[in-house]
């Protein structure tokens, strides 16, 4: 055995194991001797061949010739095994001659035992070779991976404490390698654009469009569930941090095919039903606020760890339910099949929020994770993050503003319209609201956006021009997000007449 050999045999033993070749070796001296002593074992014990008994020649007793009178005369004719086919004599003492005694011819088996221990050894040896290779490949891992230059000092390589640490180093190292490379092969394989991938989108789509045309949540919800579309996403996040094109190029592939057939179809539906209308579920799609964005970011962030950390695996199909790809998308179809650009730009700008704020999120959890291979370079991994972290804030930044500007107006208007049911309840208590709705004021120029308010109040009497007044400076005060308001009243004995 070479140096190195005899040093590496000594740091396993130190370890408190066996050499490799040592165990391997008493391993096969104890199956010789068990296979010897079987051999013997079966050569005692095989059952002997009995002896044949020679059959007795037959006498058969032939009368005299002399016939009458004379004695019989007794002939032995011998049949059976006493006679022997011509040249047997000869064979037999050519073998005697040879041998001293006649051999008895054995069957052709022993060639056939003596192949399979030939295999038998063959696959022994093959086993003590991968065996060693592997145990090399380890110490070489471990001297390339967990032990520092200045750790390799003799005081350590005869330390037993120091090689069951980078032991224990190595294996925690291989085991978050080997939950690595199953992340990534899970999401490769969920953004892969196979024909599975499209049939779910094509079905998830159909059951979509139906019911944010029926406005039914539980049926909006089932078509999550079943939408593909989140797992490309987080896949190209995690092929922008390992740098892997192909990756990135089939995630993109599936992101917008998928996105124009949700669109397609929903548009045609859309188109096709004649009894069409925006109903709570198409509304509440069609005008996103700040608190998507949070919605989505933070979803984005449970999912990507989800991949990540297949303990919390269990929770995507919620993940999938809060982040919601295709509503948007079907929303942005039905809008485009009524012709409505503002209802199919409202759930554009959702989608491309759910987009980001997924694509954002994937990056920071793959990345802090680190979620890469373990000899990647760490600088060029932390700048493709960091390039792909900085372009995901600054798209949601740009998508927040007039946002902000729209979430905004949207709580202005609610804070008016609460304001205006309340003052009609001070002032008028005796009437009725029969309709009480805003619409935009487009006179006013101003950046900050003006409504005008119709009132329908039913009554007995008729209210007075000065509590009307009252009441429409209360409702239009400073800061309202009404401007003006018009009030119509109808008298109840003429309605019933």
């Given at each position: ?60 007793i ?17 049949t ?46 093959k ?32 330390s ?78 995690l ?43 198409i509304?509440?799609?069609?005008h ?13 962030l ?18 999938a ?22 209802v ?17 999120a ?11 291979p ?23 930044v ?64 008729s209210?007075?021009p ?6 429409e400076k209360?409702?239009?005060c ?20």
């Amino acid at each position: 055995m070479s140096r190195t050999g005899r040093f590496f045999s000594r740091v396993i033993n130190l370890l408190g194991f066996k050499s490799v070749v040592e165990e391997e070796r008493e391993r096969l001296k104890e199956e010789t001797v068990e296979t010897t002593a079987g051999e013997n074992i079966k050569e005692e014990t095989a059952p002997r061949e009995p002896e044949k008994k020679k059959k007795k020649p037959i006498e058969r007793i032939i009368a005299s010739p002399e016939g009458v009178g004379g004695a019989d005369a007794r002939e032995m004719e011998k049949t059976g095994k006493d006679k022997k086919r011509p040249g047997e004599d000869g064979e037999q003492k050519e073998k005697q001659g040879k041998t001293g005694k006649t051999r008895e011819e054995k069957p052709l088996i022993r060639p056939l035992v003596e192949s399979e221990d030939e295999q038998d050894e063959e696959e022994k040896k093959k086993r003590l070779t991968d065996r060693i290779s592997d145990t090399r490949q380890t110490v070489e891992d471990m001297f390339d991976r967990v032990i520092e230059p200045d750790e390799r000092t003799m005081s350590n390589y005869f330390s037993v404490d120091f090689w069951r640490e980078k032991y224990d180093t190595y294996q925690s190292i291989r085991k978050k390698e080997e939950g690595d490379l199953s992340t990534h092969k899970a999401l490769s394989a969920g953004a892969t654009p196979t024909r599975e991938y499209y049939i779910l989108t094509i079905l998830s789509t159909v059951i979509a469009t139906a019911g944010l045309i029926m406005g039914s949540t539980a049926v909006v919800i089932g078509a999550m569930i079943v939408a593909p579309l989140m797992t490309p996403i987080l896949a190209l996040s995690l092929g922008v941090i390992w740098g892997d094109l192909r990756l990135m190029r089939n995630s993109l592939i599936s992101i917008m095919y998928g996105s124009f057939l949700a669109v397609l179809i929903s548009a045609f539906m859309a188109f096709l039903f004649p009894t069409v209308s925006y109903t709570d579920e198409i509304l509440a799609r069609a005008h996103p606020g700040l608190y998507d964005i949070v919605v989505g970011v933070a979803s984005g962030l449970v999912g990507a760890y989800g991949f990540a950390n297949r303990k919390v695996s269990s929770s995507l199909v919620g993940i999938a339910i809060a982040v919601a790809l295709l509503p948007p998308l079907c929303t942005v179809g039905i809008g485009l099949g009524l012709l409505d650009l503002q209802v199919a730009g409202g759930a554009l700008v959702l989608f491309i929020i759910n987009l980001t704020s997924i694509s954002l999120a994937g990056a920071l959890v793959f990345w802090i994770l680190r979620i890469h291979p373990f000899d990647a370079d760490k600088e060029e991994v932390k700048r493709r993050a960091l390039s792909q972290i900085a372009f995901s804030l600054t798209l949601l930044v740009l998508i927040s503003l007039p946002l902000a500007y729209f979430t905004y107006d949207r709580y202005r208007l609610r804070n008016a319209t609460s304001n205006a049911s309340s003052a009609v309840e001070e002032y008028l208590p005796n009437l009725r609201v029969m309709e009480m709705s805003t619409e935009r004021d487009y006179a006013e120029t101003g950046i900050v956006r003006s409504y005008r308010m119709l009132i329908v109040l039913t009554g007995s009497d008729s209210p007075s021009p000065e509590v009307i007044d009252e009441m429409e400076k209360a409702i239009t005060c400073d800061g309202s997000a009404i401007t003006d308001i018009r009030v119509e009243f109808f008298q109840t004995d003429v309605l019933m007449y």
